[in-house]
């Protein structure tokens, strides 16, 4: 099997945002309580963040944070979460149906953000509340002085506003699962009165209005319609949200799915121009995928679990172990926002440590890095510059979810200074070896600076506590440039790769 993907310095999709790059942290099972905080441990600074944690996602130069959910910011009453730890109530958390303690609240966050080099991005409570508390919240975190609220957090210690640029309008409001759970109209009105009086309050705000849950969704894509009808003018991004599963176990169906993820941002960005041709409006409205990932491994039986639980305090949940089979797909995903860059400006995987996520630790003990960690690493280190157009052709296989799945999955980005291009790329194929050519038109002297790749006789071979380096990158040797200064070579079956190439101008 052979494919061909030419790029060319003069095609480009889009300048990358950084933020597709980014993250999501959600009051839930142990992402914030032993997670990112555990006050004791023996690798806690003096705040009781846990520095080890710190390290990992400071080497995932993780751009944007989105906090404090998810299903539980739908019930969240922000207030619980400031002022004098010892004061704060213990609240009962209706979406996960756990204690949560307080300890960890807006400012505590704003803390360990400055600390990871990460931007906040807050989500409101438009579920069980509304317009009055999200503004209250806004004036707390971000007016410099001389109000109730900003007074309020001066004498929390903290004088100097947090400032955040960027707020979630609530969180999958289109989900009847949802605590405050609202028809599209109800919610657009809402979100476009509260995104208005937000940007009263400092018109440079962006504000993220919530589209749909998943494309699997009943209400999926006339939701966005009807929302983005209500507050097209006042919104600056749609968020959309999907997980993915190999429920089938059959590899080659579970890496077509990338596919679907294509078809959802193009469907939606569909959507959004219907609305800004509707609305005769110069304004584009962007999407901000703020939670996707690989979700299925335990999903059931964690459902069961809190259906039957008594309300505990930070449980383990939905702590997934991640394997080589899903650390090639989120490589596959990443590659669809980059190869979409022109639609979707912040991406977050959900979530960050402990649950559903890249970074696990035990509570007393160490952390690890998941192998879904790498590919998001080596994105966003080396994926932030200029999308370049792919023209492929080779090999293609059919399955459930689509026809004429190809079997090479890449994306190209070219750095910012002009001088080097990383270069994503996936043999989906189980069993065969993918030959590879990649004709690089406009660049001359490309070298190979660096290969990593993530491949494996065992797709469900993983990192644990035990063997925490089971899966890592490894140096490829596979490829080369030829005389022509074409890159060619050959990807093993089932494998990651991330390929830094130096370039000059052609
Ligand atoms: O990330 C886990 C949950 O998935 C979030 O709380 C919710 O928004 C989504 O359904």
Redesign the pocket.
């Known amino acids: 099997m052979r494919a061909k993907a030419t790029l060319n310095r003069e095609y480009t999709i889009s300048s990358v945002d950084k933020r597709v790059y980014g993250s ?1 942290l ?1 009051h ?1 099972g142990r992402a914030v309580y032993t997670g990112i905080y555990e006050p004791g441990h023996e690798n806690a600074d003096k705040d009781g963040f846990r520095t080890d944690v710190l390290d990992m996602v400071r080497d995932l130069d993780m751009p944007i944070v989105r906090y404090p ?4 910011v739908s019930a969240y009453r922000w207030e619980d979460g400031i002022g004098p730890r010892e004061e704060r109530p213990v609240r009962l958390d209706l ?1 996960w149906r756990t204690r949560e303690t307080n300890q960890v609240g807006v400012n505590e966050f704003a803390d360990w953000a400055k600390l990871a080099g990460t931007e906040m991005m807050l989500a409101m409570n438009l579920g069980s509340r509304g317009l009055d508390d999200a503004r209250n919240f806004l004036e707390y975190c971000n007016h410099p002085g001389g109000t109730y609220w900003s007074d309020l957090r001066s004498k929390h210690g903290y004088k100097e506003p947090h400032n955040v640029r960027i707020w979630c309008l609530g ?2 409001m289109d ?1 009847p699962w949802q605590v405050g759970h609202k028809s599209a109209a109800e919610y657009g009105h809402l979100a476009n009165e509260v995104s208005k009086a937000f940007k009263y309050f400092d018109k440079t705000l962006e504000t993220v209005v919530c589209g749909s ?1 998943n494309d699997k969704m009943k209400t999926y894509p006339e939701w966005e319609a009807t929302v983005l009808e209500a507050s097209y003018d006042s919104v600056d991004y749609i968020s959309l ?1 999907k ?1 993915f599963g190999n429920e089938e176990q059959d590899t080659l169906n579970y890496y077509a799915k990338a596919i679907e993820l294509d078809r959802y941002i193009v469907t939606i960005g569909g959507v959004i121009d219907y609305i800004k041709a509707k609305k005769r409006s110069k304004r584009d409205v962007k999407i901000c995928f703020d ?1 996707w990932n690989v979700w299925y491994h335990d999903r059931k039986e964690d459902g069961e679990r809190i259906a039957s639980w008594d309300w505990p305090e930070a449980p383990p949940l ?1 702590e997934e172990l991640y394997n080589l089979e899903d650390a090639i797909f989120v490589g596959s995903l990443l590659n669809v926002f980059i190869r979409r860059s022109d639609r979707v400006k912040i991406a977050c995987m ?2 960050l440590v402990n ?2 996520a890249p970074i696990l630790t035990k509570a007393g003990g160490p952390a690890w890095r998941q192998s879904i960690y790498y590919p998001l690493q080596y994105a966003s280190k080396y994926g932030r510059g200029t999308a370049l157009t792919v023209a492929q052709s080779g090999p293609t296989y059919d399955c459930e979810v689509a026809q004429d799945v190809p079997y090479l999955d890449l994306s190209a980005v070219l750095h910012e200074d002009g001088k080097s291009i990383a270069v994503f790329a996936i043999n989906r194929s189980l069993d065969e070896p993918l030959g590879l050519t990649v004709d690089l038109q406009g660049f001359k002297g490309a070298k190979i600076v660096e290969h990593q790749m993530l491949a494996g006789d065992d797709l469900k071979a993983r990192n644990s506590v035990e063997d925490q380096n089971r899966i890592v990158p490894k140096s490829g040797k596979e490829l080369t440039m030829d005389d022509t200064g074409t890159l060619v070579g050959s990807l093993p079956p089932r494998s990651y790769h991330f390929v830094l190439l130096s370039v000059a101008s052609a």
């Open positions: 999501f959600e839930m959910g998810g299903n539980f979406a969180n999958e989900g849950s949200h997980y939670e939905l959900a979530q649950v559903i």
